[in-house]
C-alpha cells in the first residue's frame, strides 16, 4: 500500500538514481555525493516512526538519491524531545522535510502544541489534503477524489483560551481578511493548475456571521467584477468563430494561435512559432505540442514570434490563456494593446491618479479596485521600460 502510494510522486526522482544511499543522519554522511538531497526527518509519535522508516525503504527503493537528518520533537515524551528551534533550523537549512505527526495531550498543557508554532514560524498556512480512491482497496464510498485545502494558522487553530470563572471557558476564533483572501486565493490557484473545475468553500457563516462571514466574503470577491462575463463573452464568439473551427484541420506541429480582448481579434487561428506569456505562476514560453493548460494572465507582455521572425509583443492587464491538445492557443485578455500603442508619459500620470485614489479611498472595494489600477499601471512602465 505505501509503495503504490508513494511511488507515482517517486518517478520523477528516477533519472537522479543514487545506489548506495545512507539512513544515517546528515551528520554521518560527511562524503556525500552532491548529487543527494538531505531530508530533515521528524518522527513523530505512535506509530509513525514504522511509517516514516517504511517510507524510507520505498525511496531507497525508488532509487531517490537522499540522506537524512533525524530531528525528534515530541509534546509527549518531552524528556526525550530536542528543541523546537533545532528543528526549524534543520527545515531551513534542508528545504524539506518528511514529518510524522506529532500528538497533543488534550488537557493540561500548552495550548499551542509544536505542530502549531512550527506552522507559525514558517507561515505554512495552507494544508492540503489528496482523498483518492485506490484501485483494490475496498472502502465505503467509490471514485472519491477530492483536495481539502484549510487555513492551519488562524480560526480554531488561533489558540486563544481562557477560563473567565470556573467552570466557564472561552475560546477565541480569529479571522483576518488578509489570510482568508491568501487561502482562497491559493485553493483557486491550485484548482487552476491541477486542471480542477470546482472551488467549494466551508464556513459556518449562518451562525458565525462575522468571522466565518469575513471567509465567504473573502472566497467570493472576485478581483475583476466584470471580468469574468467579458472573457465569457469573448470565448462564445471565437468559439463560434467558422476560422477557430479551422483550427482542427491543422497539423499538430502547427500552432494556431488566437489573441483577443473583448472589444477587437489580433490573431486568429495564426500560425506562429512561439509565444511567450506571463501567467500568475511565472511566465511560460508556449511552443507547438505544449502540454495542455489553464492559466490565469497577470499584467505583462505577450511576446508572438511570428512565423519570418519578427517579434510583436502586446500588453494584457488580465485574463486567461488556455493551451489545448490539438496544438490551439487561446489567450483572452480584458484589456490588450501593442506596445508600440503605449504612451509611458500617460501611464505614469494614470499611475499617480491611481495611488491617489487608493490613498483616498474610504471603503474596501474602492481600494481594491485602485490597488488593480495601480499594479496594472506599474507593469505598464515597467514594459515600457524593458522594451525600449
Known amino acids: 500500500l505505501c509503495k503504490s502510494m508513494l511511488l507515482p510522486q517517486l518517478r520523477r526522482l528516477a533519472p537522479l538514481a543514487y545506489r548506495g544511499l545512507s539512513s544515517q543522519s546528515a551528520a554521518a554522511v560527511p562524503n556525500s555525493t552532491p548529487l543527494q538531497q538531505t531530508v530533515t526527518v521528524v518522527p513523530g509519535d505512535g506509530v509513525f516512526p514504522e511509517l516514516l522508516d517504511a517510507t524510507k525503504q520505498v525511496l ?12 525528534y520533537v515530541s509534546d509527549v515524551n518531552r524528556s526525550l524531545s530536542q528543541p ?74 488561533s489558540a486563544l483560551e481562557h477560563e473567565t470563572v470556573p467552570g466557564v471557558v472561552e475560546s477565541l476564533k480569529i479571522v483576518t481578511r488578509k489570510n482568508s483572501e491568501r487561502i482562497a486565493k491559493f485553493a483557486f ?35 475583476f467584477p466584470s471580468s469574468a462575463k467579458m472573457l465569457r463573452n469573448s470565448a462564445r464568439l471565437l468559439q463560434n468563430s467558422s476560422v477557430i473551427a479551422g483550427r482542427f484541420r491543422r497539423s499538430l506541429s502547427d500552432m494556431a494561435f488566437t489573441l483577443a480582448s473583448p472589444g477587437e481579434v489580433f490573431y486568429r487561428s495564426a500560425k506562429v512559432r512561439q ?23 497577470k499584467p505583462g507582455v505577450v511576446s508572438v514570434h511570428e512565423e519570418d521572425g519578427s517579434i510583436k509583443k502586446y500588453f494584457v492587464s488580465s485574463g486567461s490563456v488556455t493551451i489545448n491538445d490539438d496544438s490551439s492557443v487561446q489567450i483572452l485578455a480584458e484589456e490588450l494593446a501593442s506596445l508600440a500603442q503605449l504612451d509611458p508619459a500617460a501611464a505614469r500620470d494614470g499611475l499617480a491618479k491611481a495611488q491617489q485614489a487608493a490613498n483616498a479611498a474610504t471603503d474596501e472595494l474602492s481600494r481594491a479596485e485602485a490597488t488593480v489600477e495601480v499594479e496594472a499601471f506599474e507593469a505598464v512602465i515597467k514594459a515600457l521600460d524593458e522594451n525600449k
Do not use: W
Open 84 to 157: 523546537l528551534d533545532t528543528l526549524m533550523e534543520s527545515i531551513q537549512r534542508n528545504k524539506v522535510a518528511l514529518m510524522g505527526i506529532m500528538s497533543h495531550p488534550t488537557y493540561g498543557s500548552d495550548l499551542a502544541s509544536s505542530s502549531m508554532r512550527l506552522r507559525r514560524k514558517l507561515d505554512m498556512f495552507a494544508s492540503c489534503v489528496n482523498v483518492r480512491s485506490m484501485p483494490g482497496i475496498t472502502s465505503r464510498h467509490k471514485s472519491i477524489n477530492l483536495v481539502i485545502i484549510r487555513e492551519q494558522t488562524e480560526g480554531e487553530y
Open 189 to 223: 490557484d491550485y484548482a487552476v493548475k491541477n486542471g480542477r473545475k470546482r472551488v467549494t468553500a466551508v464556513h459556518k457563516a449562518n451562525i458565525m456571521k462575522l468571522g466565518d462571514g469575513l471567509f465567504l466574503e473573502s472566497c467570493k470577491e472576485p478581483s
Open 60 to 71: 531507497k527503493a525508488a532509487g531517490a538519491p537522499l540522506a537524512y537528518e533525524q530531528v
Open 275 to 297: 509565444v511567450d506569456v506571463p501567467t500568475l505562476t511565472g511566465s511560460i514560453g508556449v511552443l507547438a505540442n505544449h502540454v495542455p493548460l489553464l492559466g490565469c494572465l
